[in-house]
């Protein structure tokens, strides 16, 4: 792993970290420095000085002068996943297993998850992990094969997101989604195609938000999974989106209509 960011995330959320190599007069005031080298000291992690050429040779030439040996992150079954959402859905999941911005808005957060069919670009699983961390998801699904997983690339556009955001890799992805939509949730995919926008759909309940690979977008047979199917109107001359792009619009069209529900109880009360 390298990059001081994702690093530093991995330090903070008790990833195990086994060493850190930081390269020779980098500095302790250069922005992220002194707090990564404090967190790797609290952790006792071994730190070693070396030269950009030998992080070259670790970590390839983006690493912004820190690289560090970590153990894998583990996927979540997709069992896990559906226990996780079972004991939400039945009113289990407290306060306390809430990141403290989603106990401020006092309202229960119905599941969150965002599914992506064959995403291949690792910039772009890396951006939509951060943004979904971002929008309150629960966990994210991806599919075995024909899809990118959590590589080095993923972690350093992630920017440390992933570390927070358990992500489940299955075999069939239109078997999960039948186990998600048997457990309570409601599933909505994207596409450019699909007659029903998406700002006319309500989003605010229970949720599987699935986005398509970059290039053929929703799978003919994962659509065929779907709730229902929705789009982002496209206004312009251009007839699609990046993957990522797209992603974070719709995620945070769940969280506005969250927050308006989060509105309208408050008012009624």
């Known amino acids: 792993m390298c990059g001081r960011r994702p690093v530093t995330e991995a330090l903070r959320a008790g990833r195990p970290v086994h060493k850190l190599w930081v390269a020779w007069g980098i500095g302790t005031r250069q922005e992220g420095i002194a707090g990564l080298l404090e967190l790797a000291r609290q952790r006792h992690v071994p730190v070693e000085e070396v030269s950009r050429e030998r992080l070259d040779e670790l970590a390839g030439d983006h690493h912004q002068g820190v690289a560090a040996w970590v153990t894998p992150r583990p996927y979540l079954a997709l069992e896990q996943l559906l ?30 998850v965002l599914a992506l069919d064959e995403v291949q ?33 993923v972690a350093k556009t992630a920017a440390g997101a992933q570390e927070w955001l358990p992500v489940a890799r299955v075999g069939s992805l239109t078997y999960a989604l039948d186990q ?14 699909a007659s029903q926008v998406v700002y006319d759909t309500d989003l605010s309940g229970p949720l599987v938000l699935v986005i398509g690979s970059e290039g053929s977008g929703l799978r003919q047979t994962v659509a065929a999974r779907c709730d229902a199917v929705v789009r982002l109107p496209m206004l312009g001359h251009v007839e699609s989106l990046n993957a990522s792009v797209a992603g974070g619009v719709f995620l945070y069209e ?7 529900r989060r509105n309208l109880h408050r008012q009624s009360g």
């Open 83 to 112: 226990d996780q959402v079972s004991a939400a859905l039945a009113g289990q999941r407290t306060r306390g297993n809430l990141p403290q911005a989603r106990e401020r808005l006092g309202v229960p957060w119905p599941p969150l």
């Open 121 to 153: 670009d690792p910039r772009n699983l890396g951006a939509l992990l951060r943004t979904a961390e971002a929008a309150g998801v629960d966990a994210v699904l991806i599919p075995e094969h024909r899809s990118v997983g959590l590589t080095g690339a």
């Open 180 to 193: 998600l939509k048997q457990a309570g949730l409601w599933v909505v995919g994207t596409a450019g195609e």
């Open 254 to 260: 769940v969280v506005r209509q969250r927050l308006s």
